[in-house]
């Protein structure tokens, strides 16, 4: 393709060569191979893109993409080996900006053959994903889903790096999704993403704002909350129509100015009595795990509303479920498959019941923030446990208030603790564990009496944690695995290695594993 026709849409400077060049591929990754390519050069928290501009020059490349405010010694640097080499380079003011743009046009705007439905918040993005996403396919209108637990396309599977790729391959996907016979794609959009661009130029039909709290702050990640709201909000820049959660004061903030039309969802007692979609008469259920049943109501869906059930718990899923019915509405779903989709949809990772053993329950769940374990552990606790039982350990190179939060999380809405290692990343894993029990210590003096002694194990490697929490189990008791959910991997010192918490619940409990 025409370096011309992939930055057509690109505000940039040329520099040196010509933009009539053909350019097999875009590559913004050097390790790869880059003959006959156009290279971006991408700025990231720990690597310049623009540092390996000249290896890649030297490997064969056509074309290379700069950043117009990189340091002027650099700038001229790659131009003069460009020009010795008859390479191009172009400048433009952001390259994230850039690497979007082309990509649509590599790929052929892909996201005009679907309706695109965006998703966003602190909690429930891929809850709320995957049960729109069931509804759709219920409904017999097949929709293609990228995002936390992997990348579906219609036929192919994929595993996620990201909740929301890089924007070279969110336009791959899409196309593959167009090609596999999708007419739909649900996408969970990170704030990580908004912020780097990664979902470039695309226009949303719906846009889901399912909540906003404080996550994600710290280095690599968002400078403030104030941040952190105003990047959630822009998804609203660039969709029709936004379903937000309308009594969300985070969610408030970001939706403030926004032009496209607005539609709110909340549950019945919340701060948000004149919502689009309202859900009430909440009751929790049992039925093989934890579930809710509920009524939604809607001028969508008659006088008498929508009674629905989840084979999920609590009332946060009843909210991440509203804005799924939302715009399966507006897509023209009936109210019958509306429901059949929210009780045959399961969420990996979500309270997922991984196993049971004398007369006890395994629940799964990603709760990796104080929030979501606080969630959790009060909803589970509904279900009157004899002993409610968590595990979890925290992610390293992380906001180090994670690890207060979830402690107290735990501390107040579990009656026993393990602690053990999460994703430890570049930190040392005991250092994490003491951050954890130093704040457990602190909440023990500080509230006398509210837990027994010795009420937490530590338990560093977590294999060994969970075949220990198994084995605690007694009739009537509940185990939360909490951190990794989805995840088949604990990631230490820059490596991924395997580690699939189903296959290891399986296993000590001596029962078949279908790995999904």
Not at 151 to 166: A, C, D, V
Not at 245 to 271: Q, S
């Amino acid at each position: 393709m025409l370096l011309a026709w992939l930055l057509k849409n690109v505000v940039f400077r040329l520099l040196c060569g010509s933009v009539q060049i053909q350019a097999d591929d875009i590559i913004y990754d050097s390790r790869k191979d880059v003959s006959g390519c156009v290279f971006v050069c991408l700025k990231g928290s720990r690597a310049d893109g623009h540092d390996y501009a000249e290896s890649v020059m030297a490997r064969g490349v056509r074309g290379i993409i700069i950043q117009t405010d990189i340091p002027r010694k650099q700038r001229e640097a790659i131009c003069c080996m460009a020009e010795e080499k008859g390479i191009t380079v172009a400048a433009a003011d952001d390259t994230r900006e850039a690497l979007g743009e082309m990509s649509r046009a590599f790929f052929g705007y892909p996201e005009k053959h679907l309706t695109m439905i965006g998703i966003t918040g602190t909690q429930g993005k891929t809850t709320t994903a995957g049960l729109l996403h069931n509804i759709l396919e219920i409904a017999g209108i097949p929709a293609g889903l990228m995002g936390t637990t992997g990348i579906f396309t219609g036929k192919h599977t994929f595993p996620s790096e990201n909740t929301t790729p890089e924007s070279y391959l969110v336009q791959k996907y899409l196309r593959m999704m167009v090609e596999d016979g999708c007419r739909a794609a649900v996408m969970e959009v990170s704030s990580q993403a908004l912020m780097c661009r990664r979902v470039q130029g695309v226009c949303f039909d719906y846009g889901i704002l399912t909540n906003i709290s404080p996550d994600h702050i710290g280095p690599g990640e968002h400078g403030s909350y104030e941040e952190y709201i105003y990047w959630k909000g822009r998804l609203f820049s660039q969709c029709q129509t936004g379903i937000v959660n309308g009594g969300d004061d985070g969610v408030k903030k970001a939706v403030e100015g926004c032009i496209c039309r607005l539609e709110t969802f909340g549950l019945e007692g919340a701060p948000c009595p004149a919502a689009d979609y309202l859900a009430g008469d909440l009751v929790p259920v049992w039925d093989e795990g934890p579930g809710i049943r509920f009524r939604a109501c809607s001028r969508f869906f008659g006088p008498d509303g929508l009674d629905c059930c989840l084979r999920l718990p609590g009332t946060f899923n009843v909210a991440n479920a509203l804005p799924a019915m939302a715009v399966a509405r507006h897509m023209g779903v009936s109210a019958g498959q509306i429901c059949q989709g929210l009780y045959t949809a399961s969420i990996r990772g979500r309270c997922e019941v991984a196993g049971s053993v004398r007369g006890a329950y395994i629940v799964l769940d990603y709760a990796h923030n104080g929030r979501s374990l606080a969630s959790v552990l009060k909803i589970l606790g509904q279900y009157a446990p004899k002993r409610l039982i968590c595990l979890f350990g925290c992610g390293g190179n992380r906001s180090k208030l994670r690890r207060k939060d979830m402690a107290a999380a735990a501390f107040f809405g579990a009656d026993r603790l393990i602690i053990t290692t999460d994703n430890p990343r570049y930190e040392a894993p005991l250092e994490i564990i003491r951050d954890i029990t130093q704040e457990l210590s602190d909440l023990e003096k500080q509230f006398p009496g509210e837990k027994k002694p010795g009420f937490y194990t530590v338990i560093r490697d977590r294999r060994e944690a969970i075949r220990r929490g198994i084995g605690m189990l007694e009739k009537g008791d509940l185990l939360l695995i909490a951190g990794k959910g989805h995840e088949e991997y604990q990631e230490i010192c820059g490596k991924k290695y395997p580690f699939n918490e189903r296959e290891i619940i399986a296993g000590e409990l001596k029962i078949p594993f279908k790995r999904l």
